[in-house]
């Protein structure tokens, strides 16, 4: 059965410091990797990968995939408080022609001013 | 705003009844998903469609039904209702259902279900 595990469940830091979440997933015929931050209701994208050891950027956000080892994180830097969310991994797979998403239960991640 | 459009936002309805969750994908986007969070299982996947047709089944129970309509919106049928099947459900859509394409897929705002 697919899965995918988030550490930590919670976390709760200090404006300006530095965060890194993480990942792991076991997904038969695995595509690639999304993270999702979700605040109030809809998760929303923030990145996909798909290649090992090639880091995606967003401004303060970053994250990179490691095949070899089945994992991904992300790393927050300079947190702010509206990085406050759940922040959501989910493996892709293809199978039979159809994609599926398998979600993580999440990193509850709290920054505190 | 992703695009993808649900309604109702929230529902309060009794233990037996049934309900329909609606889903508009974004233009363009062919296929449509839908899943349930609820606070100890997380984001759990149901069923997915593409251009109409079912295309992966995950944890959907028997009692809760969907399809894809000629114009791609997807409705979410949940009968017999009990209070564990109280979530959010929300529905998902991307362009493709991924062959050889990479596949991000964007969520609407969900659907809060009530069950008492």
């Known amino acids: 059965e697919d899965k995918v595990v988030q550490s930590p469940l919670s976390l709760v830091v200090h404006e300006g410091d530095t965060v890194t979440l993480n990942c792991s997933y076991e997904?038969?015929?695995?595509?690639?990797l999304l993270w999702y931050k979700q605040e109030k209701k809809a998760p929303t994208f923030l990145f996909m990968l798909?290649?090992?050891?090639i880091e995606k950027k967003s401004g303060r956000l970053s994250s990179i995939l490691d095949k070899k080892e089945l994992s991904s994180i992300l790393n927050i830097t300079a947190t702010q408080t509206g990085d406050s969310a759940i922040y959501l991994c989910?493996?892709?797979?293809?199978?039979?022609?159809?994609?599926?998403?398998?979600f993580g239960k999440g990193t509850h991640l709290i920054i505190q001013p | 705003d992703s695009g993808v459009t649900q309604t109702p936002k929230h529902l309060i309805t009794a233990t037996g009844q049934r309900v329909t969750l609606r889903c508009s994908p974004r233009?363009?986007?062919?296929?449509v998903y839908w899943y349930q969070q609820s606070l100890d299982q997380g984001l759990q996947f149901l069923i997915q469609?593409?251009?109409?047709?079912?295309?992966a089944k995950g944890n959907i129970l028997e009692r809760f039904s969907a399809q894809q309509f000629p114009d791609l919106h997807s409705e979410l049928n949940l009968s017999s209702l009990e209070l564990g099947d109280s979530a959010l459900y929300f529905c998902?859509?991307?362009?493709?259902?991924?062959?050889?394409?990479?596949?991000?897929?964007?969520f609407g705002e969900g659907s809060w279900l009530t069950v008492v």
């Open positions: 998902a859509s991307s362009v493709d259902h991924g062959q050889g394409v990479r596949n991000t897929i964007y």
């Open positions: 997904v038969t015929n695995f595509r690639s």
């Open positions: 798909t290649s090992s050891g």
């Open positions: 989910a493996g892709t797979y293809s199978g039979g022609g159809a994609d599926g998403l398998t």
């Open positions: 233009s363009g986007d062919l296929s």
């Open positions: 469609y593409y251009n109409g047709e079912e295309r």
